[in-house]
């Protein structure tokens, strides 16, 4: 009975739902999720304006891990395979998802990306989302960790326009801090901007170019890989397979 | 833009309930959208508007509640005001997000035979 406008209508039904409207997305990501842990993967989430330098530091760290580790990247972009060939011309296993129009990858699209022979026995698996401040917040991936690359030339307010975003990053990092002595910009009012929509503040200042400050988002990779432990036998029964 | 995306997700969650209570229309859709979901209302009712049509959304109206964000400390649940660092000036500890992250679909309005 139509309990909305009181008309009392027999025929309106009042249905209470209460779910999430992604509840779709949510469940392929812990799909993405345990499939993670069952193969001993850690799947980095990284996110960053178009031209924050997202791939500047894949090729960097494909370069710093190599021998050490496997590392494989999925390179989300509207168009073209350029990122995902610079990746493997940096020595790693790259697959390209061209969304389209899409401003966002999406867990489905993550997990038909997984599918791909190139990505198997990867130990770090980088999804590179789309360009954008704003999408991929939103979208679960089933990833372990969410990294946002924030160059310096985007200015010290970004944090504060963007705050879905940065409050979604469990670490932040400040890209392209080479080019600071040209710029205006304050690393520390940047990082009071991060204090004010990150609730766990972890920033590290880089710059791919010259290599300033990469050894300890390497540190801190390896220490992630470390504390993965070994790979966790999937919960149910798999209707199919991914190696 | 997502919100169109994340329409097509709604209208299939709509469109499963109803079929499974045999509804011939749906009158009323509410959501709960957070100021820190990501989401912008605005776009969302333009997204309905554009989905809705021909389907047994056709001529339901969409309430969209907008939840501001509410952080609370982590350690000592004392509220945070907007603006404040996220990091309790009392204890020091994390401030956690008490609700302002929910994209929901709340209530349905069904016309069932």
Known sequence: ?243 | MHEYSLMLALMERVEEEAASRHAVAVHRVRVRIGELSGVEPSLLESAFSIVRERTICEKAVIEITRVPAQWECSRCQTSLKAGDLLQCAACGAPARLVRGDEILLEQLELEVP
């Open chain 1, 1 to 243: 009975m139509c309990e909305t406008c009181g008309c009392g209508d027999p025929r309106m039904v009042p249905v209470d739902v209460q779910d999430r409207i992604l509840s779709v997305n949510d469940r392929q990501a812990a799909h993405n999720r345990e499939h993670f842990a069952a193969h001993g993967v850690l799947a980095i989430n990284l996110m960053g304006s178009p031209g924050s330098g997202k791939t500047a530091v894949l090729e960097a760290t494909a370069r710093a891990f190599a021998g050490r580790f496997r590392v494989a990247a999925i390179a989300g972009d509207l168009e073209t395979e350029r990122d995902a060939d610079r990746l493997r011309a940096a020595g790693i296993p790259a697959h390209a998802i061209t969304t389209g129009s899409a401003c966002h990858l999406d867990a489905e699209m993550v997990h038909r990306a997984l599918h791909h022979d190139s990505l198997h026995d990867a130990t770090l698996l980088f999804v590179e989302n789309v360009g954008n401040l704003v999408c991929p917040a939103v979208y679960d991936l089933g990833q372990a960790f969410n990294v946002v690359a924030l160059s310096v030339t985007e200015g010290e307010d970004k944090p504060l326009k963007y705050p879905v975003m940065f409050r979604k990053a469990d670490l932040v990092l400040v890209t392209k801090t080479d080019l600071l002595p040209y710029l205006d910009v304050r690393i520390a009012e940047l990082e009071h901007a991060l204090a004010r929509v990150m609730p766990r503040l972890a920033v590290f200042q880089v710059s791919a170019r010259s290599g300033s400050g990469m050894e300890r988002w390497f540190a801190w990779l390896e220490g992630q890989v470390a504390a993965l432990g070994p790979p966790a036998p999937a919960q149910a029964p798999h209707p199919h397979s991914h190696r």
